[in-house]
């Protein structure tokens, strides 16, 4: 609950009990009032089953980008998405270090470390969840990620 008291331009926001959401768009009308009524520019929320970002002022419309999924064929090959162990800045290098931990193209081990995510100070791995090549990196240099977030694709070698 935000206390009206130390912004007197918000109100205050009381939580109500809300339905199972099975995917973000569950509640968009609810969330759009929330992000109104709070003054934020901007929300997303993103999980397993795909992610909703809502803007202020945007003539975009709010909308639902299903989450990439193990197993799906693309050129009749089946690719793997190594995810997100958590929440964090990722990082292809160690920050001493110039080079990154795998280059693109690169064949991988199971749980080779492909990258790190900086939380604070600290350096978590995120380590390759099959055997194959390193098909595309999904996220930018320093880029913060959430828990499940796709952030690279190997694809079996051949």
Do not use: C
């Not at 299903?66 to 290098?93: H, M, N, W, Y």
């Not at 790190?116 to 090549?133: C, H, I, M």
């Amino acid at each position: 609950m935000i206390p009206a008291a130390s912004n007197p331009t918000v109100s205050v926001l009381e939580p109500k009990a809300l339905p199972p959401m099975t995917t973000p768009l569950d509640h968009i009308p609810l969330l759009a009032a929330w992000l109104a009524e709070t003054g934020l520019d901007s929300l997303d929320l993103s999980g397993p089953e795909g992610s909703v970002s809502l803007r202020r002022g945007s003539s975009s419309a709010p909308g639902l980008t299903p989450a990439p999924t193990p197993g799906d064929k693309i050129d009749g090959a089946a690719e793997t998405f190594v995810r997100s162990p958590g929440i964090g800045a990722f990082l292809r290098a160690h920050p001493l270090r110039d080079e990154p931990l795998v280059e693109d193209g690169a064949t991988v081990e199971a749980g080779q470390i492909l990258a790190l995510l900086r939380v604070g100070a600290a350096l978590f791995p995120v380590r390759a969840t099959a055997s194959g090549v390193l098909a595309a990196v999904l996220r930018e240099e320093g880029a913060l990620t959430g828990y499940g977030d796709p952030l690279f694709d190997i694809r079996p070698s051949l």
